[in-house]
């Protein structure tokens, strides 16, 4: 898999948390909660991110807890039931993925798997992220973002 090697800078997001079994889930979650949230409070139109706080390989599917997350300005007021948290500075590997909510999993799994293999994989949060202008094509459910993964220097 193709990456580059990035220095990203912290990043103040607003989060909502789904809790349960990744998959066909985690979309109607960005669908049927997440979107129309970062709708009614004017968040739409910014980069939005994806944190999964748990590997499914180790964790119960019914505890897997996943972040749908967007950039905030420093002055923006949170409101409930959002949650305020930053994503870490620092330098990560940042993979292109264009694919279906089904090819998720299977992306992450060989880019991790390639990291590890390549021994750059270093601690931290690992993310998906969603340009401002994100957009699935409504026939193929086909759709682009990155992968992002903390590496050593």
């Known amino acids: ?55 499914p390989a180790s964790t119960p599917p019914s505890e897997c807890r996943y972040d749908a997350c967007v950039e905030i300005a420093p002055d923006y007021v949170l409101k409930p039931p959002a949650k305020e948290t930053h994503l870490p500075a620092g330098r990560y590997a940042v993979a292109p993925f264009k694919g279906t909510a089904g090819d998720v999993p299977k992306a992450w799994g060989a880019f991790f798997g390639q990291l590890s293999a390549e021994g750059k994989v270093d601690e931290g949060l690992c993310f998906e992220r969603y340009p401002a ?14 992968l992002c993964i903390p590496v050593k220097a």
């Open 1 to 55: 898999m193709h990456y580059e090697i990035k220095e990203l800078p912290e990043v103040r997001v607003a989060y909502l948390r789904y809790k349960g079994p990744f998959g066909p889930a985690l979309g109607e979650f960005w669908k049927e909660v997440f979107t129309p949230w970062q709708q009614a409070f004017g968040l739409t139109g910014k980069v939005t991110y994806g944190v999964a706080q748990d590997d």
């Open 133 to 146: 202008d994100y957009a699935m094509d409504p026939a193929t459910g086909i759709f682009t973002a990155e």
